[in-house]
C-alpha cells in the first residue's frame, strides 16, 4: 500500500502514516489492524474504587511499552481516589481482589494527575493491548481523562478477552473461561494479580502465546 499524496510505502507500525511523515502528512484510513500487523503497543490495567466509569475512581495505573516484541519502558502509579473533595473508601472487596490498602493511597497523587502523567508517558502510542478492556479499561479511563480535561490518546485496542474468544478455547474445552488468571494458568504463566503492573507483564507473556494460536483466523483491532 502506497501513500496518495506522495507514493512512498505506508508505515503500518505508525498508525498508517506515509513513512516521510511529518514532512508528508499522507495516510491511510481504511487499512485493517491486525493482530500480527501491530509492532509498537502499549499494555495497560487499572485498578479501581469499584466497576461505575462516573462513581468510582482510578487508584492505580500501570502500563508498558512493547516494540518488536520487547518490552522498551514501563509506568506504574498509585493515585488518590479523591471525589467532591474527598478521599473514596476502598472496601474490603476491592482490597482483596487488588491488594491495594486504604493506607496506601494516603497522600498519593490525585487521579487527575495520575491520568495527566499517563497520557504524556504515552507520547506518540495510540495503539492499546488490554483484557476486558473494551469493556473496561478503556471506558474507565476515557471517563477519568475527561473529568481530569485531559486529551484521551489511544486511537485503536486489542481486547486479548475478545481473541481468547475469538480463538475458542473454552468451547474447545481448552479452560473454564476467558478470564486473564485463567489464560495465566493455561499457559504456564505465574504472576500477582490484580496488582496494575504485574497484570501488564503477564498480559505480554498471554499476547505473546495467543498470537501463536491466531495465524489462522482474522482478528481485528477496534478503532476508541
Given at each position: 500500500?502506497?501513500?496518495?499524496?506522495?507514493?512512498?510505502?505506508?508505515?503500518?507500525?505508525?498508525?498508517?502514516?506515509?513513512?516521510?511523515?511529518?514532512?508528508?502528512?499522507?495516510?491511510?484510513?481504511?487499512?485493517?489492524?491486525?493482530?500480527?500487523?501491530?509492532?509498537?503497543?502499549?499494555?495497560?490495567?487499572?485498578?479501581?474504587?469499584?466497576?461505575?466509569?462516573?462513581?468510582?475512581?482510578?487508584?492505580?495505573?500501570?502500563?508498558?511499552?512493547?516494540?518488536?516484541?520487547?518490552?522498551?519502558?514501563?509506568?506504574?502509579?498509585?493515585?488518590?481516589?479523591?471525589?467532591?473533595?474527598?478521599?473514596?473508601?476502598?472496601?474490603?472487596?476491592?482490597?482483596?481482589?487488588?491488594?491495594?490498602?486504604?493506607?496506601?493511597?494516603?497522600?498519593?497523587?490525585?487521579?487527575?494527575?495520575?491520568?495527566?502523567?499517563?497520557?504524556?508517558?504515552?507520547?506518540?502510542?495510540?495503539?492499546?493491548?488490554?483484557?476486558?478492556?473494551?469493556?473496561?479499561?478503556?471506558?474507565?479511563?476515557?471517563?477519568?481523562?475527561?473529568?481530569?480535561?485531559?486529551?484521551?490518546?489511544?486511537?485503536?485496542?486489542?481486547?486479548?478477552m475478545l481473541l481468547s474468544k475469538a480463538l475458542n478455547y473454552v468451547n474447545n474445552g481448552n479452560?473454564?473461561?476467558?478470564?486473564?488468571?485463567?489464560?495465566?494458568?493455561?499457559?504456564?504463566?505465574?504472576?500477582?494479580?490484580?496488582?496494575?503492573?504485574?497484570?501488564?507483564?503477564?498480559?505480554?507473556?498471554?499476547?505473546?502465546?495467543?498470537?501463536?494460536?491466531?495465524?489462522?483466523?482474522?482478528?481485528?483491532?477496534?478503532?476508541?
Amino acid at each position: 500500500m502506497k501513500c496518495r499524496i506522495c507514493g512512498s510505502p505506508i508505515d503500518n507500525t505508525n498508525l498508517n502514516r506515509c513513512v516521510r511523515f511529518p514532512i508528508c502528512p499522507g495516510f491511510i484510513d481504511e487499512i485493517t489492524l491486525t493482530v500480527h500487523s501491530i509492532k509498537e503497543y502499549v499494555i495497560f490495567d487499572l485498578e479501581t474504587t469499584g466497576f461505575n466509569k462516573k462513581e468510582d475512581r482510578i487508584i492505580e495505573i500501570g502500563a508498558i511499552k512493547i516494540k518488536n516484541d520487547r518490552i522498551i519502558d514501563s509506568f506504574s502509579t498509585l493515585c488518590s481516589p479523591i471525589k467532591n473533595g474527598k478521599q473514596m473508601y476502598i472496601s474490603a472487596k476491592i482490597t482483596e481482589l487488588t491488594g491495594i490498602k486504604n493506607a496506601d493511597l494516603i497522600n498519593r497523587i490525585p487521579e487527575n494527575e495520575a491520568v495527566k502523567n499517563f497520557m504524556n508517558w504515552l507520547g506518540e502510542s495510540k495503539i492499546s493491548v488490554a483484557h476486558n478492556g473494551l469493556k473496561f479499561d478503556i471506558p474507565f479511563l476515557k471517563e477519568a481523562c475527561k473529568r481530569s480535561n485531559v486529551e484521551f490518546k489511544f486511537t485503536h485496542i486489542l481486547d486479548t478477552m475478545l481473541l481468547s474468544k475469538a480463538l475458542n478455547y473454552v468451547n474447545n474445552g481448552n479452560i473454564p473461561n476467558n478470564k486473564q488468571e485463567t489464560l495465566a494458568r493455561y499457559f504456564g504463566i505465574k504472576y500477582g494479580a490484580h496488582r496494575a503492573i504485574n497484570d501488564c507483564e503477564a498480559l505480554y507473556q498471554i499476547f505473546r502465546m495467543i498470537k501463536d494460536d491466531a495465524v489462522n483466523i482474522n482478528f481485528s483491532l477496534k478503532k476508541i
